[in-house]
């Protein structure tokens, strides 16, 4: 995905919201991948910072990113479509995708960079053309909407994500 923003900016899960805050303003970002390790465990957006730190008029230097950070994550792979990002993230409601390939962290891919490349598929993001692509879409990362278990390969019907087992037991429409 040559639109995806290469190299991410990534923080550990003991960086205080205030100093993720200060990371965002001095790079010009509205993001931070938080990892554990060398494994990326979650994500941090300016909206996170508001309604869960601002709103609530919290003190940022006393909370942990990992306090606030959305996981588990749902990823892309690389070499997948945009159309299929675009469809994820209208599907998950984030504005925000982490890209991997070989499993790694690669980039994150925005709405606006969707809409930079590809002006047309804004409608895929805000579910303008929902139902599309049933069945399994290689590179769906994440939660089953039905037994709450992470799949590596969701498959895609009537607006809810499978795991391959619980699709297996769903009843044809």
């Not at 990892?35 to 601002?54: M, Q, Y």
């Not at 006393?62 to 792979?77: D, T």
Request: glycine share 10%; hydrophobic share 35%.
């Amino acid at each position: 995905m040559e639109v995806m923003s290469r190299n991410p900016v990534k923080v550990g899960t003991e960086t205080t919201v205030e100093e993720g805050a200060i990371i965002m303003t001095q790079k010009g970002i509205s993001s931070l991948l938080v990892e554990e390790g060398n494994e990326i465990v979650g994500i941090v957006t300016e909206r996170d910072l508001v309604t869960k730190v601002v709103s609530k008029n919290l003190q940022g230097r006393n909370i942990r990113l990992k306090e606030i950070m959305s996981h588990p994550l749902v990823y892309v792979e690389e070499d997948s479509p945009l159309e299929v990002a675009a469809e994820i993230m209208w599907k998950r409601k984030i504005r925000r995708l982490p890209v991997q390939s070989k499993g790694r962290v690669v980039g994150i891919l925005t709405e606006n960079d969707i809409v930079r490349i590809s002006p047309g598929l804004i409608e895929i993001t805000r579910g303008i053309l929902p139902g599309r692509n049933e069945g399994i879409i290689n590179g769906i990362h994440g939660m089953c909407d039905e037994c709450g278990e992470y799949s590596e390969n969701l498959v895609y019907r009537a607006g809810k994500y499978y795991c391959e087992r619980c699709f297996s037991s769903i009843e044809p429409l």
